[in-house]
């Protein structure tokens, strides 16, 4: 079965430094994968996904993800975090076999000013 | 373009009560989905449709039903709502091509069960 897996329930990081939102995934053949990102009382929003090509994929809010085939991961990052940054973020993997999108449990990201 | 709106934001049912949860997307999408969203869990689909009167159970349907009789609408209803059943609930659409194409998410309905 296909699955993502986020590790970190939390990541906490200052604004202006680099962040890190971890995703790992376990599926069968070439991964569909999706970052998406969830404000407070608000519905998801999509920011990146790794269909095909570069390994490294650009996104909304200046966000980017590497896909990493050895090491099945697809980390978020961002080169300067901001205050607004903070929010609930979710790796997703589309399940070729059903077209059904799995998500992750999700991490929440605390930038501090 | 209104995108993916959902109805009521806002919920509270006494156990046994019935009730519909609206959801309607104006981009002609063929796909749609009911999604339920509980601390630690992160989202987990209830059903989905693939286009008008086609839909299919997902990972957690028990207590749900749906019906997809035209393409901007996709209501799920609760039958006989439980405790358990408190949760946010999210509507998604998105284009045929379901591999490669992006979800777009409703606002959510926060329901609660007493």
């Known amino acids: 079965a296909q699955s993502v897996a986020q590790p970190e329930d939390q990541v906490n990081v200052a604004e202006g430094n680099p962040l890190t939102v971890k995703c790992t995934y376990s599926v069968s053949g070439n991964p569909y994968l999706f970052w998406y990102v969830q404000y407070p009382n608000r519905g998801l929003q999509f920011l990146l996904k790794?269909?095909?090509?570069?390994?490294l994929v650009k996104g909304s809010y200046g966000f980017e993800a590497e896909f990493n085939k050895s090491q099945t991961s697809f980390h978020l990052k961002k080169p300067s975090a901001l205050v607004s940054d903070s929010a609930l973020y979710f790796c997703?993997?589309?399940?070729?076999?059903?077209?059904?999108?799995?998500f992750g449990t999700g991490t929440r990201l605390q930038v501090f000013p | 373009n209104a995108g993916v709106t959902q109805t009521p934001k806002f919920q509270v049912l006494k156990t046994g009560q019935s009730m519909t949860l609206q959801c309607a997307q104006d981009?002609?999408?063929?796909?749609m989905s009911w999604y339920r969203q509980d601390p630690g869990m992160g989202l987990r689909l209830i059903h989905y449709?693939?286009?008008?009167?086609?839909?299919d159970q997902g990972e957690v349907p028990n207590g749900y039903n749906v019906s997809r009789s035209t393409t901007e609408d996709f209501p799920l209803r609760l039958l006989s709502a439980a405790p358990s059943q408190t949760s946010v609930y999210f509507c998604?659409?998105?284009?045929?091509?379901?591999?490669?194409?992006?979800?777009?998410f409703g606002p959510g309905t926060r329901l609660t069960v007493l």
């Open positions: 981009m002609n999408h063929e796909y």
């Open positions: 998604a659409s998105s284009p045929r091509d379901t591999s490669t194409d992006t979800q777009y």
């Open positions: 449709s693939v286009g008008a009167g086609i839909t």
């Open positions: 790794y269909i095909t090509g570069d390994n």
């Open positions: 997703a993997v589309r399940d070729k076999g059903t077209d059904k999108l799995i």
